[in-house]
């Protein structure tokens, strides 16, 4: 039986390319830090799991970077913020269960990814909801395909979890842990907090 996958979805870790919205509040640098370090732990720490496989599901498709234990990428392909995420999760074979996550949510362990794929066995989608309206987290079980769950989004808002469920309305969907993401200042600055 094929594992699960995860998809670790990423830009290529550049300067003043990434964490715009934090750039704002502590510089290309820091906000660059920020995302290479989160996103190298995040890899670090789930790449080599007994219970998944791990991919990074990139953008630009042809970036070259040293990811962790040469962790495999999957091109993002084009469009907005749900063309990307359905890329990644078409990715998996014919009931496969696919989950993708940003590398922006430093709170991520490893039994919220394991409860989110045993969501997957008895639900066609499951979400792991970000304290901003959003989410961390998505995954299909790969048994229906759901082609269009990410149509008319209002992404980077805090409706884009009540507009994506509503493109769900007809199917079972389970949900994860709510975590924060960073995006700006005051979540950087939740995280950060000892």
């Known amino acids: ?102 590398c922006d949510i430093p709170g991520i362990e490893t039994e919220h990814l394991r409860s989110a794929f045993a969501a997957l066995r008895a639900n066609d989608a499951v979400f792991g909801p970000a304290m901003d309206g959003g989410y961390w987290l998505v995954g299909l079980s790969g048994r229906r395909r759901l082609w269009r769950p990410f149509t008319h989004v209002r992404w980077s808002t805090a409706q884009a979890l009540v507009d994506t469920l509503a493109n769900l309305r007809n199917r079972k969907v389970g949900r994860a842990a709510t975590l924060q993401d960073v995006d700006d200042l005051k979540s950087f600055l939740a995280t950060s907090a000892p």
Do not use: C
Not at 32 to 60: A, H
Not at 77 to 97: I, K, N, S, V
């Open 1 to 102: 039986m094929t594992r699960p996958l995860l998809l670790v979805m990423t830009k290529l870790p550049q300067v003043g390319a990434v964490k715009r919205r934090l750039t704002k509040d502590i510089g290309a640098l820091g906000a660059w830090r920020f995302y290479r370090n989160n996103l190298t732990e995040l890899l670090r720490r789930f790449g080599r799991s007994p219970f998944w496989s791990t991919k990074v599901l990139l953008t630009p498709a042809r970036a070259r970077y040293r990811w962790p234990k040469q962790t495999p990428t999957i091109a993002q392909g084009h469009g907005d913020l749900g063309e990307r995420m359905l890329t990644g999760l078409r990715a998996g074979a014919r009931g496969q269960p696919v989950i993708v996550i940003g």
